[in-house]
């Protein structure tokens, strides 16, 4: 019985799955509902926020929405997670329901056991966890992919005792679903879809709601009012980092296998150029993520820059503002082998 309690709901899913697309055809549809969000991207620009902020409507107000920039959410649940919730709370104006987007990286569970944490247990409980799914990235087998990539990584660097870590963070934001949305199926077949959901549900014990979804287009009567209380099932839905690690050491879950870096570049002259370029040099270099910005001279507008594996979508989505500078910012995330200097050049070359 949820009760008084303001239920949260966090949305986790892989980086680039389609969270903040979701949050957004979400806040849309609100129907009056008062949302505050918590958002936490990796990488230190913060472009989902941002994405959010500039859809110009109502919902999105710049006040109900919570950046943690500071790291990754799972890893600085006490840092930054608490005080954050404990400020909310405290606001006159509480919030009717809280979303808090993970970032793409993020482990939901220590996210979801602070739920049990004393001050806020009393006050919060978790509505359900939703995990956003790139249905066409897991049928393309992205996430079983890059076993031989990674074996040969493990052997070279003794310290990585994660077995893969796309696959295991993949598995584990999975584990912690309660409802789990196979998203991006405008990109793949209704068997391809089938064989997608069929391979999830094989690998998980629990048996968590399935929805199929395109742009994230769920109904927000779907997504919120699950009223489960998740956090009192914590212990069922074990990461592989609570498993590696229960001989009660403490380990920090930390992100080292990932990494990422912003880059700052001149304006960019010919769109289709500078897609095409980006294109090479995301497969080139394994980029797992990119986005950002960019300046093209003579619009108006600023154009957005999303890069999913190779998958670039680019659009303008609000006209830039007086005395902001106008300029092309780019965060790129990829695995611990990243060559930044090697990219940083490569996209030096796209732009003016
Ligand atoms: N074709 C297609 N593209 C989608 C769909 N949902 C999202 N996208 C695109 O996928 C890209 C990433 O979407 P986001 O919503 O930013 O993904 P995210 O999970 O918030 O990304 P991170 O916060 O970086 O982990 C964007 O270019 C979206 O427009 C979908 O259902 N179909």
Redesign the pocket.
Known sequence: MIGSKIPATVIT??????????I?HMLTNAKGKRIALIIN??GDLG??GD?LKGCGEEVCSADDIVELTNGCICCTVADDFIPTMEKLLARKDRPDHIVI?T??LALPQPLVAAFNWPGIKTQVTVDGVVT?V?S?AVAAGRFAHDHDKLDAQRLADEGLDHESPLEELFEDQLTAADLIIL?????ISAAELEGVRAGIAGHLTRKPIFVE????EVAPEVLLGLGIGTEDDIANRKSHHDIHHADGHEHDHDHDEFESFVVSLGPVSDAAAFNEGLKNLITTHDIL?L?GFADMPGKPMRMVV???GS?I?THFDRPWAGGETRETRLVV?GLHDLDETAIRAGLAGLTG
Do not use: H, P, Y
Not at 13 to 22: D, H, P, Y
Not at 183 to 187: P, R, S
């Open positions: 899913g892989f980086l680039g799955a389609g969270k903040t697309t979701l957004r991207e990796f472009v989902d994405v987007e970032s793409g956003v790139d066409a998203n991006k199926a405008d990109l979804a395109r742009q994230g993520r986005k999303q890069a999913v998958r979508d995330i």
